[in-house]
């Protein structure tokens, strides 16, 4: 590890820039785009596009991110010259997407007009590509132009919050920065472009790795977003609008474990040696200190953010800052453990990390919410995040274990030697 930090010193200085990059942009988002939306439409009509956005947020988010980490954790080859098969892989999912959205619009209990399903489609297909494009600068290292890339999407999230405010179509908000993004990607990413929507001799191996991400990655965002489904159909859009805001600060940890976590698998794609023992040593301690000093400084900023932006919210949202930044925090950190576990150990960890997770979600947060309410979901889904935290950590473990016997094998020494 330290011959790669020593290697790539001057790249590891260049990716503070895609950091920043997507700090302006979530910037521009929190603080303007989304109390926008909350003066616009009130503490309902805010909970009610959040409810809507869960839907598209579970899907596009989990098939672009699992597009990219497809493509990011492939053979060399493969993660070169393939992109002709993601790229007609995301157009019929897009092409899905349409009907998926028009249930959405019939069923979900929130009435959209014409103009308002039209843009909230577009949203649908610009967020999949969008969270997709990501990975032209993650197999470059182009942090620089990813810096550029995520101001762009932020100026667009301006643009569309003006527009928002004078049509009244909420998704028009977000729809603006991320199809800029997404225009601004392909143009300038020759990667993304090459292939068109053909496919190549590798397109079967990478629809099987493709979804066997896609399902551990709809598991983890289907519990990311879940908080906003299930409070919309057990309690009040006003409960969405609570428990969003009570984990806002919580949320915001993703400005920097989003773009920490693609760093890392960036590098760790490159990293030819092994995970030991002691490095998750240090990583199980280094993730315990973090979720508690991020634990109490999102309890801390998530009062002040909400006090100075959500006034009228604050008297309902205080009490459950504490439990809902917890929770969000060990989401958060745990993601950046997967990220390790994805490059060292098995494919199947992954399952087992995200699946434990959505079956103790649902099956704390259902009864929780029923009995108890907003409260008791919040508990449901600290535990629930507590569990996924300590699975990722023994899975962690289990990955050194997986990689020193892969490679005393590889080298010829005999198997009760590995054991």
């Excluded at 068109?196 to 983890?220: H, N």
């Excluded at 953010?305 to 009490?319: N, Q, S």
Aim: one cysteine or more; proline letters at 2%.
């Amino acid at each position: 590890m330290k011959e790669l930090l020593k290697r790539y010193r001057t790249h590891l200085g260049d990716s503070l820039f895609g950091i920043f990059g997507l700090l302006l942009m979530n910037l521009v988002a929190q603080l303007l785009l989304f109390p926008l939306y909350a003066k616009r439409f009130g503490s309902v009509g805010y909970g009610e596009l959040q409810y809507l956005m869960g839907y598209v947020n579970i899907l596009t988010v989990t098939m672009g991110t699992a597009a990219c980490l497809t493509r990011m954790t492939a053979s060399a080859e493969d993660r070169w010259q393939n992109g002709g098969a993601f790229n007609l892989f995301l157009t019929l999912f897009a092409l899905l997407g349409l009907p998926l959205t028009y249930l959405v619009r019939c069923f979900a209990g929130v009435s959209m007009n014409g103009a308002t399903y039209c843009c909230y489609y577009l949203l649908f297909v610009a967020m999949l590509f969008r969270y997709y494009a990501d990975v032209a600068y993650k197999i470059t290292l182009n942090y620089r132009r990813y810096f550029a890339y995520y101001a762009v999407v932020g100026a667009g999230y301006a643009v569309g919050a003006f527009l928002m405010w004078q049509t009244g179509i909420w998704p028009l908000g977000l729809l603006v920065g991320e199809a800029a993004g997404v225009l601004f990607a392909y143009c300038t990413e020759k990667t993304l472009r090459q292939g068109g929507l053909r496919l190549t001799p590798a397109w079967r191996r990478t629809l099987s790795a493709l979804l066997v991400l896609f399902l551990t990655e709809g598991a983890s965002n289907l519990i990311l977003n879940a908080d906003r489904l299930l409070l919309g159909i057990f309690e009040s859009p006003s409960a969405v609008t609570a428990y969003y805001l009570a984990t806002i600060a919580g949320k915001t940890m993703s400005l920097l474990t989003v773009p920490l976590a693609g760093v890392l698998i960036g590098y760790l794609a490159r990293y030819e040696g092994g995970l030991s023992v002691q490095i998750t040593r240090r990583l199980f301690l280094g993730a315990i200190g973090a979720v508690v000093a991020f634990s109490l400084l999102c309890t801390g900023g998530g009062a002040l953010a909400i006090y100075l932006l959500y006034p009228a919210e604050f008297h309902t949202v205080w009490r459950y800052l504490p439990i809902g930044s917890l929770a969000e925090v060990l989401y958060f950190i745990t993601g950046i453990l997967t990220v390790v576990v994805l490059r060292f150990g098995k494919r199947l960890y992954q399952v087992i990390i995200n699946g434990s997770f959505a079956v103790a979600f649902f099956a704390l947060g259902i009864p929780a919410t029923i009995a108890f309410g907003i409260g008791g979901f919040a508990v449901a889904v600290a535990l629930a995040n507590l569990l996924r935290f300590v699975l990722a950590i023994l899975l962690t473990r289990c990955s050194a274990r997986y990689t020193v016997i892969a490679t005393k094998t590889a080298e010829g020494i005999p198997l009760e030697e590995n054991v």
